[in-house]
């Protein structure tokens, strides 16, 4: 097929891009590189830099490579940048998906798989989540998310597109040539990693008095490469079904402090640790049933392990401990 992967340059777009080509596709990147890096993009897929509010752009790169299915993972992801500018949110996650799907619908593409948040449930009535619990952002991250997911059941009601929509915490982990690289770096694993390259000064724990066993919050995390083939198999489930909704995670909770101890042991590196206020919008405790999607499709997470995940990410920083800043050429991964 021949696919669109819009933020194909960012973390999780790149490591997917990757793996539809493993699996035979012709991928096209399209990335503002305001979040993603040139050098993570797949030197077998085209690359076209546009941002996802040009219409145009979208349109014109759609009829030119004959795209027939979307991959979306063009979003802003720091649920706590959102709590202070919330119009950014809404106007690139929200609204820029808006005009992906007019572009879409416009070129005769209806076949859509959403990269989602299970920041869509706000504080969660169970642990773990199901699909059907209620839908209560408690960030604007989340129900600029959560707005997406409204606005694709209306298209897919009245337009007939076909979407699935994959709902998510902690990607984390690592290949042997993508990893993960922000400016700045706002997810804990990176961070507590480049501590202890000695890339940051320390790991600020925000919030120790939560309720959970250690008072710092639990998680659940999922290896990107296990990520992305669940986003290739909805794509296959969409030729016999129009609508799907999957959570993706491990089943498993780890604490803060558990992530810090671990990938202290991984790296051989004591890290260092500061206090620091909650912050507003960050649930207790966040893990994601995945039984829907293994029984409907078969998924099974290849990396399950907490372990593995860490492991894999500090071999990529260990390789790679100024992420993507070196990098100067145009792909990494045929």
Not at 103 to 124: D, H, I, K, N
Request: glycine residues 8%; aromatic residues 8%; negative net charge.
């Amino acid at each position: 097929m021949n696919i669109l992967v819009t933020g194909g340059a960012g973390y999780i777009g790149s490591v997917t891009a990757t793996e539809l080509i493993a699996y035979g596709n012709s991928v096209v990147v399209y990335d503002s590189l305001i979040k993603g890096h040139v050098a993570a993009v797949p030197r077998a897929a085209e690359f076209v830099l546009g941002d996802i509010a040009d219409r145009a752009k979208l349109e014109g790169t759609l009829r030119k490579y004959s795209i027939e299915a979307v991959f979306h993972f063009a979003a802003l992801t720091e649920a706590g940048e959102s709590m202070k500018a919330p119009a950014l949110f809404f106007r690139n996650n929200t609204a820029g998906t808006l005009t992906l799907i007019e572009a879409m619908l416009a070129t005769g593409v209806r076949q859509l798989v959403f990269s989602s948040t299970a920041a869509v449930y706000g504080e969660p009535q169970r642990i773990p989540i199901l699909e059907t619990d209620p839908l209560r952002p408690t960030n604007v991250y989340g129900e600029s998310k959560l707005m997406v997911e409204q606005m694709l059941d209306w298209f897919h009601r009245i337009h007939g597109l076909r979407y699935a929509s994959l709902r998510y915490f902690n990607a984390a982990g690592a290949t042997d040539i993508l990893g993960e690289s922000h400016e700045p770096e706002s997810h804990l694993i990176p961070i507590v990693l480049r501590t202890a390259l000695g890339k940051c000064p320390k790991v600020s724990i925000y919030g120790s008095d939560y309720p959970t066993r250690d008072g710092t919050c639990v998680r659940d995390y999922i290896h990107v490469v296990d990520l992305a083939r669940a986003h290739i198999l909805a794509l296959t489930a969409l030729a016999q079904r129009s609508q799907l909704v999957y959570n993706l995670g491990n089943g498993l909770g780890f604490s803060v402090r558990e992530v810090i101890d671990l990938a202290s042991q991984i790296s051989g590196v004591k890290i260092p640790v500061v206090q620091a206020p909650r912050r507003d919008g960050d649930p207790a405790e966040l893990i994601a049933s995945s039984d829907k999607i293994r029984q409907e499709l078969g998924w099974v997470p290849e990396y399950p392990q907490l372990e593995s995940i860490i492991s894999s990410a500090w071999a990529w920083h260990q390789r790679h401990p100024d992420g993507y800043s070196a990098s100067k050429e145009s792909g990494v991964a045929a």
